[in-house]
């Protein structure tokens, strides 16, 4: 648990990074003025504005509220100024997420500042993301990318940087998220985390003996062969087998000396555990489905999918970290590009960010929030954090971006045998 | 103003602005201007035609040809950081996926792509196979038979239409899986099996009930095209029934075969949601290979090199599949 969510906060700071950090600051922050206003001034500011902080990398820490105000006077002017909208369009989850954001905060939202929330869902975040980037400019005020999707949303210029000044409970948020910064962008914050959860381990205790905590080494035994079922992302499996392995997921070295040596090893092992799997799930549908027909009684999944299904009577399927930890996600909410309601839509970051807010919606979703708001309901839910988000792992989006067509290439060959 | 008045008064209204209507689009279609342009377009009729056509051609260009030309494009641009396209021209997309990891000498193809759309065309040929196997006796039976509950078998032909197609591979997940019902029929005859979920049984089967009414109607089609006094006059030469199919019924129902193989292989070989929903880890097809590459890899332009090839090879398969059996003949007369 020591590679906590400031560690890899930390890693993007390293030496090694800290060049492209300032460069693509530099890039984005000038996308983003020239797409927001045009205006040639604007454009200059926004250089001055990314080169003259570019040096100053240290500033993750928090304290970034100085240039963060010099965004707002360079883009205010484009973007409605200070005023709610009469509506706010909202591109979110479907299904049980939807139902739980619609009642527990964008009813009460609207109840409260009158503005007319506007709905349309997604079942993918590629998908959603895809959308979003073909769709002209305005489409979209607020939308849903996860923590993982964020760093392509912000280098694609699908967001608008959410200026902080406007968003008056943002120190709610637990610290870990206040300091993660996916994107390397500087001291712009383009997302503001909602909640938060693990891939953690599901069991079924009618066919898998002890009790936790487990270590993930248990998916490797062979008892399970036939019976396991896997998330069918290659970066959700490299990290994983990483964790098992005992190596920091986000450097993949272990006790090896070098990355290549070391994504080698957790390959090998990658393609061991592959002979036991029955299939990889890809949606939250597809593993309620093997879990529940016990197809699977070993492997992984989400917390909330798991609840869902103990709700429904399955008593004897758990959800589980695993002492290795697992892989941390969040889903956050974002302001699509050349959103004409921004103000509005601080304003709804500000609302969702109420303790009161937290306090209902977050059991409903199933999932912790990423706020310090909390109550015995919250306390109870399977990912809930004590430390704050402390312990939670997160990828490092730019260790990922880096490595991930060898790893997606990699893991279709382990699938097709020819690993 | 008594309510009577006032309601004579409506009415008279409501006339005076229909007749206002009724006048003023008798004048418009009685222009002259108008009524010439009928009278040329009646006059000219492949000019009729092309207008008809047109409109036919013109929704296929602007919405089947110019994305097509797009993702033509696109797959020679490059992916940058973050998913972003880079609109520098190179090859590099489709030199990883046609040679990279291809030692052509010792035939040895790690190649992910390639392997991938091998196995597309292999699935698709399977299923091409079994619904051929599948179909030509009910399609040959609804083309030769008198009865009158035909039209009410053909609707059932049709009827899995109606159901969704996702719904459809969701009950063979019940079927096939662990506790379904195939594992549950075989466990009663002695034999022991883990069901047949997720693997290439299960894409295959699932193809095959899906596209299985392709196949029955082409073949009924044609079968119920062919003259009797043909099979009649075989057997009066002394034909048996059965020589008289082979060589006087099966030939003539070759358009229906070919017509429907084609339809069959096509749509197999492009399938999505069966290797998504029935297959086993080993089992994807090249949908959704491409489906990942640009969606969770956001390689927009290596997926769409993934399209034109598979596009590329697709179309030539056709072609020559056209060379042996003519499709002007399938689907002309």
Known sequence: MDDALDGTGGNSDGDHTTSTDSSSRGRLSRRRVIGASGAAIAGLAGCLDGSSSGDGTETSDGSDDTSESAGTT?????????EMADTLKFYSWGGSTQEALTEHLIEPFEDEYGVTVEQSSFSSQDKMLANVRSSPDGSYDVIMPSLSGSYNAVKQGLVEPIRLDNVDTWSNLLPAFQEYNSAASGDD???APLYYGTVGMVYNSDEVSGSPPFSWQETWKDQYSGALTLEGFAFVR??????SLGMDPNVMEGDTGSYEKGIEKVYDAMAEQHEYVTKYWTSGQEQTTLYSNDTAVLGDGWSGRILALQEDGYDNLHYTIPEEGAFGWADTFAIAKGSERRYTAEKFLQYAYRPEVQESLSPTLGYPPATQATSSDIEALPDFDPSGGERLKFQNQQFKEEHQDDWNSTFEKIKLGQY | MSERHQRAADSADRTGFERYRYRLWTGVLRAEPVLRAIQALKRRERLLTAVQAGLGIAWMAVFLLAPLAYILALSFWQRGAGGVVVQEFALANYQSILLEDVQLLGWQIGNVYLLI????LKFGFLTTVTTLLLGYVPGYFLGRTQSKYRSLLLL????????PLIIRYYAWILVMGNEGMVTTILGWVGVESG???YTEVAVVTGLVQVLLPFMILPIYNSVAKIDDEFVESAKTMGA???RAFYEVTLPLSLPGISAGSILVFILAVGSFMAPAL?????NSMVANLISQTFGESFDWPLASAMAIVYLVVLFTLITVFNRFVGLEEVFGE
């Open chain 1, 74 to 82: 360079t883009t205010t002017s484009s973007s409605g100024g200070q």
């Open chain 1, 189 to 191: 914050h383009y997302v």
């Open chain 1, 238 to 243: 490299v990290f994983t087998t990483a964790l």
């Open chain 2, 117 to 120: 759309l091998w196995q597309s």
């Open chain 2, 156 to 163: 059932l032909v049709v009827l899995p239409f109606w159901v």
């Open chain 2, 195 to 197: 069901g047949f979920l």
């Open chain 2, 240 to 242: 048996t029934p059965l």
């Open chain 2, 278 to 282: 029935l297959g086993g880890p080993a």
